[in-house]
C-alpha cells in the first residue's frame, strides 16, 4: 500500500517512446480497483510486493527453496511449482533462490529515490519533448504520496503525464491536477452492464469523474483513450454506447490502442486468476475498419500505437 512518504512500484521504464510524448520514463505502480480482462499488467493489480516464479529461471536439481516456504507453498517439482492458494507472498524463499528464479515484483520507493530516477535523464527529456509518465495499476491510488512527489517533480522542469481508468473517488485526483500537464483518460468499453462484466465495476464513477476533468477551466490536457480488444469491448452496442457518451461530453476524437496479448506470457508467474483469451492480434484491414464505425458514429477515433 502506498502512503504519504513510500509507494509500491514494480517497473522504472526509461527511454520509453509509447506513453505520451517525447522520450518519457514510466513509472509502473502497483494496485487497482478494476480487473480488465485484458489487463496488460496482471502483476499490478495487488497493491503489495508480490511473488512471481519464471520456471526457465529455475535450476534443475537446486530444491534450494523446497521445504523453507513457512506455508508449504512450493512444491518439489518445476513446473506450477508454487501453490499460489497458499502463498502469503512473505518473500522468504525469494533470498534463497541462486537464480532469480524466485523474485519479488514492487518494492517501496521513497519520493526521493523516485525523483533521483526520473531527473537522471532530464536531458532526454529536453531534447525530446518527453518527460515522465505515471502508469500502473492505478497511480492515483498512491495519491498521498504523489502529491509529495509531483510538484517537486515539476520544479525539476519536468513535463508530467498520468495514465488512469478514472475509478476511484475524484478527491483523489483533484489535488493532482495543478502539477500534471497531460492525462491520458481511458475508456474501457460501453454500457453499464458489458463494463461490469469486462472490468469487475460498472462506468458510472470513471465517466463522472471524466465530466468533471472535461467541464473544469484549465488544467492538464486530456486526450481519451481505448485500448480495442475484438470480440469483447468492440461490438456495435460498446461502440453506440461509447460514442453517445462521448458525444455528449462534446469530446470529439479518442486514441484507439491496438490490441496485443503479450500479457499472457507473465501468467503462469503469478498468484493472478486473469486467464489467457487466445485473441490473435487484428489486421491492419480490422483498423482501418474500426477507424470507419467510429467516424460513422460522429467521433473521430484514431489508430494510435500498439500497447507495449
Ligand atoms: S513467498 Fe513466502 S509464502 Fe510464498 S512461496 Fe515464498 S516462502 Fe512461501
Ligand atoms: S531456489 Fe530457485 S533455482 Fe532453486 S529450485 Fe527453488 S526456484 Fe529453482
Given at each position: 500500500?502506498?502512503?504519504?512518504d513510500?509507494?509500491v512500484v514494480f517497473d522504472v521504464q526509461?527511454?520509453?517512446?509509447h506513453?505520451g510524448?517525447?522520450?518519457?520514463t ?6 487497482c480497483?478494476l480487473a480488465?480482462r485484458?489487463?496488460q ?6 497493491p ?5 516464479y ?9 530444491r534450494l527453496?523446497v ?20 502463498c ?6 525469494v ?5 532469480n ?10 519520493v526521493?529515490r ?13 531534447t525530446?519533448?518527453?518527460g515522465?509518465?505515471?502508469s500502473?495499476?492505478e ?5 498521498e ?8 517533480a ?5 513535463h508530467?503525464a ?5 475509478h476511484?473517488p475524484?478527491a483523489?485526483l ?6 500534471l ?5 481511458d475508456?474501457k468499453a ?18 463522472a ?10 488544467g ?6 481505448m485500448a480495442?480488444v475484438?470480440?469483447l469491448?468492440d461490438?456495435d ?5 461509447i460514442?453517445a ?9 479518442l ?11 507473465k501468467?503462469p508467474?503469478l ?6 483469451l487466445g485473441?490473435a492480434?487484428?489486421?491492419e484491414?480490422y483498423?482501418?475498419a ?6 460513422d ?12
Open positions: 500500500m502506498s502512503s504519504e513510500e509507494a526509461r527511454f520509453s517512446v506513453d510524448p517525447g522520450i518519457r514510466v513509472v509502473f505502480f502497483k494496485g480497483a480488465c485484458w489487463c499488467n496482471p502483476e499490478s493489480r495487488r503489495q510486493p508480490e511473488l512471481s519464471h520456471v526457465d529461471r529455475c535450476l534443475p536439481g537446486c527453496c521445504s523453507l516456504c513457512p506455508e508449504d507453498a512450493i512444491l518439489d517439482r518445476m513446473i506450477d511449482r508454487v501453490r499460489w492458494d497458499a502469503t507472498h512473505c518473500s522468504a524463499c533470498d534463497v533462490c541462486p537464480s528464479a524466485l523474485v519479488m515484483v514492487g518494492e517501496r520507493w521513497t526521493e523516485l525523483l533521483d530516477a526520473v531527473i537522471a535523464d532530464r536531458h532526454f527529456y529536453a525530446s519533448g518527453g515522465v509518465t505515471l500502473g495499476g497511480p492515483v491510488l498512491a495519491s504520496f504523489l502529491r509529495g512527489f509531483l510538484p517537486r515539476k520544479q525539476a522542469g519536468l508530467l498520468l495514465e488512469t481508468s478514472g476511484y475524484f483523489l483533484e489535488p493532482l491536477l495543478p502539477d500537464d497531460l492525462i491520458l483518460f475508456i460501453g454500457g453499464r452492464q458489458r463494463h461490469l462484466e469486462l472490468v469487475g465495476h460498472d462506468s458510472v464513477q470513471i465517466l469523474n471524466l465530466e468533471r476533468l472535461l467541464t473544469r477551466d484549465g492538464p490536457e486530456l486526450e481519451i483513450r480495442v475484438p470480440g469491448n461490438g452496442a460498446s461502440l453506440d454506447r460514442c457518451t462521448l458525444r455528449e461530453l462534446g469530446v470529439e476524437q486514441t484507439l490502442l491496438p490490441y496485443n496479448h503479450l500479457w499472457e506470457a501468467l508467474r498468484d493472478t486468476e486473469q486467464v489467457a485473441i492480434p487484428p489486421s484491414g483498423y482501418r474500426l477507424e470507419q464505425r467510429f467516424a458514429r460522429g467521433v473521430t477515433g484514431l489508430v494510435g500505437e500498439a500497447l507495449p
